[in-house]
C-alpha cells in the first residue's frame, strides 16, 4: 500500500474500475439486445408504444411532483426526508373523504372546474401542516447531530405517520369517485389519448411551473436559494433560516398534497394508508436521477421514470426473453438508482451541492 | 339368613363403589385428552390476520367466529367458551409464531385458521404435532389438503377447512369461461400471492384441458398502480378472456384500465373472491360492469339474519368473504366437542384428541351457512358446489349486495 | 399568598396533553387497551392512558414552579393543567353528538365515548366526570413533583412494577409456574391480571424495598464498586458473574416454556443479524439498508439445497448429501459473495445515497424472488417447501447406550443451535472490533478522507466490512429456513432491514449488549404483548423518534459511540476555544 496524501487511494484499485466498466457494458449490452428484439418482432404497433410513452409521462409527472418535495428538501437540509412519501400520502387520504361528499352531493360532477381545485387546496393544505409538525418535532432539534440520526428519524416518522392515518381512517381502500368530464379519451393523430392522462400532466406541469417561478423570480425564492447554498451565510446577509426552512417543507408538502389529488383523478382506487410508500421511494429515485437539489432536475427526472417505467419491461425485458417481464417493472426502476448512483451521482442535470455527496 | 345382611351390605356398597368408579372419567383416547374442569372454561382459539395490509380477512374470520360465539351466549355444555387470540401475519413466520404459542397452551381443544395458505403451511405441522384440531375459514391453497408430498402436498392430520379448495374454484372458472361464453383465449395476471399464483395455474390447466389456449400468464406485484404495460403487452398477445384471481385495489386498477388500453375493448373481465366484496364495484364504477367473479354463493335466511347480527354486534358489514366459514368453522368445532366430550358428574369434561378428530372427519351432510358441508379424510369440508359465477351489474354499482348469479357447476362437476 | 400561575405555560401544557390522550383516542389504541386488565375488574391499561397524560402535565406543572415554593400552588396548577387537558376530549364528546364521525375517523366509537365519559349514562355527567378525573390526575402528577425525590422514586417504580406485573401477567405467570405453588399463584393472579389485593401488596413492597435500598448505597453503581476491588477478587466476580450467565442462558428455554422459546430463537436470529449489521454500520460508518439481501440468500440457498420436495436438490438431481449443517457453512460463504458483489458498485458512495443504493438492492433481491422468471429455480410465489429441521447423531445413555438422530423440532432444542451461533459470531465480533481491520474501520467511519491520508486502504476495507457483515446474515437466513420448513418470498421485506438497523440504534451501536437489548426490547417485547402488536409499527416508528430525540447513542452504546454522538452537538454548540476548534466549526458537516 502506498502512502498517498489524496483522494486517489481509490482509483489505484483499478480492478474495482475494470469491474464496474464491465457492468457499464453489460448493460447497455443487454439493453441494446432487449429492445432490438422486441421491436424487430414487431409484437407491438407503434401507436402501442407512443399510448406508453403517453401513459409513462402522466404517471412520471406525479412522481415529478413528489420529488420536488425531496430535492427542495435535501437542498436546503441536506438530508433524505424518508416520511415526504406519507406526506403525499396524508393527503391524499384525507382528501378523499371530502371528495366522496362531494360526490355524493352532485357537486363534484356539476361544477368539476371549481371542485377539483378546491379538493386540490384542501390536500395541499393536509400535507403542508403534516410537514410542517414533522419539520418541528423531529427534524428541528436534529439539525446538527450526525448523517445517520435524522435519517433514521425520518424512517421513524414514516411509519409513525402510516399508521397514525390507519388508525385515524382504517385499513380498507378508499377511491375517489371517477369524475365524468375526465373519462373518454380524444384521438392525436392514430392514438387515443385519455383525457384524465391530458390532465394530470398539464395540472403537474402548471404547479412545477408556479413553483420554478416561486424559486426564480420572488424574494423567499431568493432567500431558498441562497440557504441551499450556504447557510451560514445567508444568515449573516440577514436570512431568517428557520423560516425559510419551514417555508420548503411548506412548499414541498403543499406540492405532494396536489399531487395526491391529482393522483386521485388519474388512479382513484387504491387510496389506504400505505399508498406513499412505494411513490415515495420511487419519487425520491427520480430526484435522484434528475440531479439532487435541482428543481428542473427532479421534473425531468419524475418524467424520465415514468417512461422509463412504462415502456422498459415491454420493450427490454419482454426482449430478453424474460417470462413475467411486467412484475419486474420496479426491478427496472431500482436498477436505475443504482445505476445511477454509481455512474453519474450527480444526476442529468449534475446536483448543485458539494461533490462531497458523492 | 342374618348372615346374609352384612354380606348384602358389603355388596352393595362394593356395587357403590364400582359404580362411583364407572362415573369417574377414563382417558382412552390415542393422542390424549383434555381435562376441563368444573369451573374452567373451554378453550378454543384463533390464528388469523388481524394486523397489517390484509388484516380485513383476519377482522372478517373473527366477526363470524364473535357471532357463532354470541348465538351461544358463550357457553357450551354449562362451561364458559374462551377465545384465544393469535395473530398469523399472512406470512410464514407470523403462522409459526402464533402456532407455537397455540400448541403451548395445552387447554386449546381446536383453533380456527388461518387467513392465508403461506401462514398455514407453516402453522400446520405444529398444530398437528401438538395434537390439536385446525379448520381454516379461508386457505384456498390446494396443497394443503394434498397428502401427497410428491406432487407438492403438505397435509397433515388434524387439519380442516370450511372454505373450498381452489382445484373446485379454477376448474369453475375454466368451465364457464370455455363452456358457457364459448372463449378459447386466455390471459391471466396474478399478484405473486401463493394463492393467486395457485389459482390461475388451476384455471389454466383446467382451460387447455377443455380445449383452450392459454396466450399469456403475467404477473403484477402488490401495490402497483399503473397497469398500463401489461396490459399493453396482453393486448399484443389477443385474448379474448383476462382472469386476474387477486385483489383490492390491483384488481380495480385492471378493470379500470383495461377500459383505456386500446385492444381490450371488448375482453371478458373475470376475478376470483378476493375481488367479492362490496368496495370493489363501489370504487371502480363503470369499468366493473359485465365483470364476472367465481365465489362462495351464501343466500339464504339464514345469512339474511346473520347479517342482521353483524350490523348489531359488530357494525357495518362484513369486510371480506369469508365470515360465513368463520361461522361454520367455529360451529363444527363446538358441535363435535359436545358430541365426543365425556362429562362427569361434578361437571368435569374429558374430551378425546383423536376422537376430536375424527368426529369433525365425520362431518357429512351438516348444513351449515355456507351450504352443505361434508369431510372428506384429507380435510376439505366444502365441494364446489357452494361456488357460483356472480356477474356486476348496475344494480350493484347503486350499492345492491349481492351480485346476481349467472352460473353454478352442475353438481355432477363437484369432485 | 398570592398565587402566581404561568397561564401560557398550564393552558399549552394543558392542551398538548389532551391532545395526546384525543390522539390515542382516535387511533384505537385507547379502546383497545381497555380490553387489557391489569388489576381484576379495578384498573385496566386504557384507563391508565386516559390519565397519562394529565398525569405528566400536572408534574411538569408543579415542576416549573418549584423554586416559589408554594405547594399549594404546585398542586393547583396540577389541577388546572388536568382540567384544561380535558379540553379537547369534551370537544371530541360534543362534535360525535352532533355529526357521526365514525364514517371518517373509524375509532371513534361507540364504545370509546363510553370509555371517555366513564360509562355513565349521562353524556353531560360523564364529561364533567372526565373532567374532574383528568384534574385529579393532574393534580396527582403534581403531588408527585412535591414529594422528595426518594420517595418519588419508590413510588414510580412500585407503579412501573405493578403495572408491568399486571400487563405482563400471562408471562410472568408462566415463569412462575415452575417454582410457586399453583394454589398462590391463584391468589395473585385471576386470569392474566392481578388481584387487588395483590397489586397492592406488589407496590407496597416494591416501594419500600427500592426507598430502602436508595438509602443504603451510597450512588455507587455496582460497576465501580467492582471496579474498587483488587484484581485477584475482580476477576473471582467477574468469572462468578460470567458463570452465572452461562447457567442461565442454557436453563433459559426449560425456564420459560416452548412458546416463549419460540420468541427467544427469532430475538436469537435477530441477534445474529444485528452482530452482522453492526460491522457494517456500527464499526465502519456503511449505512446499509439492505441487509435482508444476506438474509434471503443464507434462506434460499439453504432451502433449495436441502429441500426435500421437487424444487430441491436431491429431487433434481438424485443425489442426496445436502443436510442443515453440511448446507449452513454454505449459506454463509455464499452470503459472503454476494456482500462482496453488491459492494463493488457502491465503494465509491457516501451516507444517504449508500443507504438508498442498498435499499435498492434490498427490493431488487424480493422482486427478483417472487418473479416468475426465477420460478423454476426458486419457486417465486409459491415459496420453497419441505425445508427439514437440523437432525443430530445423539447417544442416548440407557443401559444399551443406541446412536439415533434426534430431530430438532422444538424451539427449545434450536434455541440451543441459535445460541451457539451467536456465542461464535459475538465472539469473532468482538475480536474484530479490536484488531488493526476494527481500527482501520473505525478510522474510514470517523472520516474517510483522513483515513485515506494516513494510508488505509479504504477500498479494501469497505469491501472487507461488507463482505463479513454478509456472514451472519447467511447464517441467520439458513437457520430461519430451516427452522420455518417453507420460505416465502414475502419474508424478505425491507421491513427485516430496518428491524435490524433499528435494533443496534437503539440499543446501542458498536456494543454486543447494546444489540442484545435492541433485539429483545424491538422483537421480543411485541410477541409477547398482543395489544401492542395492532399498534406495533407506530410505536416503533414512534420510538425510534423518541430515542433519536433524546438518547441516539441507543440504550446501551459503547463507549466509543457515545462520545462521538455527543461530540457532534457538542462541536455546534460551544465557543470555539482555539482556532484549530473554529476551523472544524465552519467546515462542520
Not at chain 1, 404497433?45 to 406525479?62: E, K, N, P, R
Request: net charge negative; proline share 4%.
Amino acid at each position: 500500500m502506498r502512502l498517498v496524501l489524496n483522494q486517489r487511494t481509490l482509483d489505484e484499485f483499478s480492478w474495482v474500475d475494470f469491474t464496474i466498466g464491465v457492468l457499464r457494458v453489460v448493460i447497455i449490452a443487454l439493453i441494446l439486445i432487449g429492445s432490438f428484439n422486441t421491436l424487430s418482432s414487431g409484437r407491438f404497433t407503434s401507436d402501442q408504444w407512443v399510448s406508453l410513452v403517453i401513459s409513462g409521462l402522466a404517471q412520471g409527472s406525479i412522481y415529478a411532483l413528489i420529488a420536488l418535495g425531496y430535492t427542495l428538501v435535501y437542498g436546503i437540509l441536506l438530508m433524505i426526508n424518508f416520511a415526504h412519501g406519507e406526506v403525499f400520502m396524508s393527503g391524499a387520504f384525507t382528501a378523499v373523504f371530502l371528495a366522496q361528499a362531494f360526490d355524493r352531493s352532485g357537486f363534484l360532477n356539476s361544477a368539476p372546474l371549481l371542485a377539483i381545485p378546491v379538493l386540490i387546496v384542501f390536500a395541499a393544505l393536509v400535507s403542508m401542516t403534516v410537514a410542517i409538525l414533522l419539520e418541528r418535532i423531529a427534524y428541528r432539534p436534529l439539525r446538527n447531530a450526525p448523517r445517520l440520526v435524522p435519517l433514521i428519524t425520518a424512517i421513524g416518522a414514516s411509519f409513525f405517520l402510516q399508521y397514525t392515518f390507519r388508525g385515524f381512517y382504517g385499513s380498507s381502500f378508499q377511491a375517489y369517485p371517477t369524475v365524468d368530464i375526465l373519462r373518454g379519451s380524444f384521438p392525436v393523430g392514430s392514438v387515443n389519448v385519455p383525457i384524465s392522462q391530458v390532465v394530470v400532466f398539464s395540472a403537474a406541469l402548471l404547479l412545477m411551473f408556479c413553483l420554478y417561478w416561486l424559486v426564480e423570480r420572488t424574494k423567499i425564492g431568493k432567500a431558498m436559494r441562497a440557504v441551499s447554498e450556504n447557510k451560514e451565510v445567508s444568515a449573516l446577509m440577514g436570512v431568517d433560516i428557520d423560516r425559510i426552512i419551514v417555508f420548503t417543507f411548506a412548499i414541498g408538502g403543499a406540492l405532494a398534497g396536489a399531487a395526491g389529488v391529482i393522483n386521485g383523478l388519474y388512479r382513484p382506487q387504491g387510496v389506504n394508508f400505505f399508498m406513499g410508500f412505494v411513490p415515495g421511494i420511487k419519487a425520491f429515485t427520480a430526484a435522484v436521477l434528475g440531479g439532487i437539489g435541482n428543481i428542473p432536475g427532479a421534473m425531468l427526472g419524475g418524467l424520465f421514470l415514468g417512461v422509463i417505467e412504462a415502456i422498459g419491461p415491454n420493450l427490454v425485458l419482454a426482449g430478453l426473453g424474460i417470462p413475467g417481464a411486467n412484475q419486474l417493472k420496479d426491478v427496472i426502476a431500482f436498477t436505475m438508482l443504482v445505476l445511477v448512483l454509481i455512474f453519474r451521482p450527480q444526476g442529468i442535470l449534475g446536483e448543485r451541492l458539494a461533490e462531497k455527496k458523492a | 339368613m342374618k348372615r346374609i345382611l352384612p354380606i348384602l351390605l358389603l355388596l352393595t356398597l362394593f356395587a357403590m363403589l364400582t359404580g362411583v368408579q364407572a362415573a369417574q372419567l377414563e382417558c382412552t383416547d390415542e393422542i390424549g385428552c383434555v381435562e376441563i374442569g368444573p369451573d374452567d372454561p373451554i378453550t378454543i382459539g384463533y390464528m388469523l390476520t388481524i394486523s397489517g395490509a390484509t388484516s380485513f380477512l383476519g377482522e372478517d374470520s373473527v366477526g363470524g367466529i364473535q357471532i357463532a360465539l354470541a348465538e351461544r351466549d358463550g357457553m357450551l355444555l354449562d362451561h364458559e367458551i374462551e377465545l384465544v387470540a393469535e395473530d398469523s401475519l399472512c406470512s410464514a413466520e407470523g403462522g409459526q409464531t402464533a402456532a407455537q404459542n397455540m400448541a403451548a397452551r395445552d387447554e386449546v381443544l381446536g383453533v380456527i385458521g388461518t387467513s392465508c395458505s403461506s401462514s398455514a403451511a407453516a402453522a400446520l405441522p405444529i398444530i398437528s404435532s401438538a395434537g390439536m384440531v385446525m379448520i381454516s375459514p379461508s386457505n384456498t391453497a390446494p396443497s394443503l389438503t394434498n397428502d401427497d408430498t410428491a406432487s407438492g402436498g403438505i397435509w397433515q392430520p388434524g387439519y380442516f377447512r370450511t372454505a373450498h379448495n381452489d382445484l373446485f374454484q379454477g376448474a369453475v372458472a375454466a368451465q364457464f369461461a370455455y363452456n358457457e361464453l364459448g372463449l378459447t383465449r386466455l390471459a391471466t395476471i396474478h399478484d405473486g400471492s401463493p394463492y393467486a399464483d395457485g389459482l390461475q395455474a388451476v384455471m389454466a390447466e383446467v382451460f387447455t384441458e377443455l380445449g383452450g389456449e392459454v396466450v399469456f400468464q403475467g404477473a403484477i406485484n402488490v401495490n402497483d398502480t399503473d397497469m398500463t404495460a401489461i396490459l399493453t403487452e396482453i393486448a399484443a398477445a389477443g385474448p379474448d378472456i383476462i382472469y386476474f384471481p387477486i385483489f383490492e385495489p390491483e384488481g380495480n386498477f385492471i378493470a379500470a384500465q383495461s377500459d383505456e388500453t386500446p385492444g381490450l375493448e371488448n375482453v371478458v373481465l373475470m376475478g376470483a373472491d378476493g375481488l367479492l366484496s362490496t368496495s370493489f364495484p363501489e370504487n371502480t364504477g363503470a369499468a366493473a360492469l359485465g365483470m364476472y367473479l367465481s365465489g362462495p354463493y351464501i343466500e339464504g335466511e339464514a345469512y339474511d339474519a346473520f347479517l342482521e347480527s353483524w350490523a348489531e354486534i359488530i357494525g357495518g358489514v362484513p369486510p371480506s368473504g369469508f365470515h360465513a366459514h368463520a361461522y361454520d368453522a367455529v360451529n363444527i368445532l363446538l358441535d363435535a366437542i359436545e358430541a365426543v366430550a365425556q362429562v362427569g358428574d361434578d361437571g368435569t369434561i374429558l374430551v378425546g384428541r383423536q376422537a376430536l378428530r375424527d368426529a369433525i372427519a365425520a362431518t357429512s351432510g351438516y348444513v351449515g351457512l355456507t351450504g352443505t358441508l361434508s369431510c372428506n379424510p384429507t380435510g376439505d369440508c366444502a365441494t364446489g358446489e357452494a361456488l357460483a359465477i356472480f356477474e356486476i351489474t348496475e344494480s350493484e354499482l347503486e350499492g345492491n349486495w349481492p351480485p346476481p348469479v349467472v352460473w353454478t357447476p352442475p353438481p355432477a362437476e363437484a369432485e | 399568598m398570592t398565587m402566581q400561575l404561568n397561564w401560557r405555560f398550564l393552558i399549552r401544557a394543558g392542551l398538548i396533553a389532551g391532545a395526546a390522550t384525543l390522539y390515542v383516542s382516535a387511533i384505537g389504541m385507547l379502546e383497545s387497551f381497555s380490553g387489557r386488565e391489569v388489576i381484576r375488574e379495578t384498573v385496566t391499561l386504557g384507563q391508565l392512558m386516559l390519565v397519562a397524560a394529565s398525569a405528566a402535565a400536572g408534574y411538569f406543572a408543579a415542576n416549573r414552579l418549584s423554586d416559589t415554593r408554594n405547594p399549594i400552588a404546585q398542586l393547583a396548577s396540577g389541577l388546572l393543567v388536568g382540567f384544561i387537558s380535558s379540553i379537547p376530549l369534551l370537544a371530541l364528546i360534543l362534535v360525535n353528538s352532533q355529526i357521526e364521525l365514525r364514517g371518517v375517523l373509524v375509532n371513534i366509537t361507540r364504545n370509546l365515548i363510553q370509555i371517555l365519559t366513564l360509562s355513565q349514562e349521562n353524556q353531560l355527567s360523564g364529561s364533567l366526570l372526565l373532567t374532574l378525573s383528568l384534574g385529579v390526575a393532574g393534580a396527582f402528577g403534581a403531588g408527585l413533583a412535591l414529594i422528595p425525590r426518594r420517595i418519588r422514586r419508590a413510588v414510580l417504580i412500585g407503579l412501573a412494577v405493578t403495572v408491568g406485573v399486571g400487563t405482563l401477567g400471562e408471562l410472568v405467570q408462566q415463569l412462575l409456574r415452575q417454582v410457586i405453588d399453583r394454589d398462590v399463584l391463584r391468589a395473585i393472579f385471576i386470569r392474566n391480571s392481578l388481584s387487588p389485593q395483590a397489586a397492592l401488596v406488589l407496590f407496597v413492597v416494591t416501594a419500600v424495598l427500592t426507598f430502602g435500598l436508595s438509602w443504603s448505597t451510597e450512588e455507587r453503581t455496582l460497576r465501580s464498586r467492582v471496579a474498587a476491588l483488587p484484581p485477584d477478587q475482580r476477576r473471582y466476580v467477574r468469572a462468578g458473574g460470567v458463570s452465572l450467565l452461562a447457567v442461565l442462558l442454557l436453563a433459559l428455554p426449560w425456564l420459560v416454556g416452548t412458546a416463549t422459546s419460540d420468541v427467544l430463537t427469532d430475538v436469537g436470529l435477530y441477534i445474529l443479524m444485528g452482530l452482522g449489521l453492526n460491522i457494517a454500520v456500527g464499526l465502519a460508518g456503511l449505512l446499509d439498508l439492505g441487509y435482508v439481501t444476506n438474509f434471503a440468500v443464507g434462506a434460499y440457498v439453504m432451502g433449495v439445497l436441502t429441500s426435500t420436495g421437487p424444487l430441491g436438490f436431491e429431487a433434481k438431481t438424485g443425489i442426496a448429501i445436502f443436510n442443515f449443517w453440511l448446507v449452513l457453512p454454505i449459506s454463509l460463504l455464499i452470503a459472503m459473495f454476494t456482500g462482496f458483489i453488491l459492494a463493488l458498485p457502491v465503494l465509491r458512495m457516501r451516507g444517504d445515497y449508500l443507504a438508498i443504493a442498498t435499499l435498492g438492492f434490498g427490493e431488487i433481491i424480493r422482486l427478483l424472488a417472487i418473479s416468475d422468471w426465477l420460478k423454476p429455480l426458486i419457486g417465486g410465489a409459491q415459496g420453497v417447501l419441505f425445508i427439514p429441521k437440523p437432525q443430530f447423531l445423539g447417544v442416548t445413555l440407557l443401559p444399551q447406550p443406541e446412536i439415533y438422530p434426534l430431530v430438532l423440532n422444538d424451539p427449545q432444542q434450536l434455541y440451543y443451535v441459535i445460541l451457539a451461533a451467536c456465542l461464535f459470531a459475538i465472539f469473532v465480533s468482538t475480536r474484530l472490533n479490536n484488531s488493526r481491520i476494527g481500527r482501520q474501520w473505525m478510522a474510514v467511519r470517523e472520516d474517510e478522507d483522513v483515513a485515506a491520508a494516513m494510508g488505509i486502504n479504504t477500498a479494501k476495507s469497505k469491501l472487507l466490512a461488507f463482505t463479513l457483515s454478509a456472514a451472519t446474515g447467511g447464517l441467520a437466513g439458513g437457520i430461519f429456513a430451516s427452522k420455518l420448513g417453507t420460505i416465502f418470498p414475502n419474508s424478505f421485506s425491507l421491513l427485516v432491514s430496518i428491524n435490524v438497523l433499528s435494533l443496534i440504534i437503539i440499543g446501542g451501536m458498536g456494543s454486543v449488549p447494546g444489540i442484545v437489548i435492541g433485539a429483545f426490547v424491538l422483537i421480543g417485547l411485541p410477541e409477547l404483548l398482543r395489544e401492542f402488536d395492532q399498534y406495533r409499527l407506530l410505536l416503533y416508528g414512534a420510538l425510534l423518534i423518541v430515542m433519536m430525540l433524546s438518547r441516539p447513542e441507543g440504550l446501551w452504546p459503547s463507549a466509543v459511540h457515545r462520545r462521538e454522538m455527543h461530540s457532534a452537538e457538542d462541536e455546534a454548540g460551544t465557543v470555539p476555544e482555539s482556532p484549530r476548534d473554529a476551523t472544524v466549526v465552519v467546515t462542520g458537516d
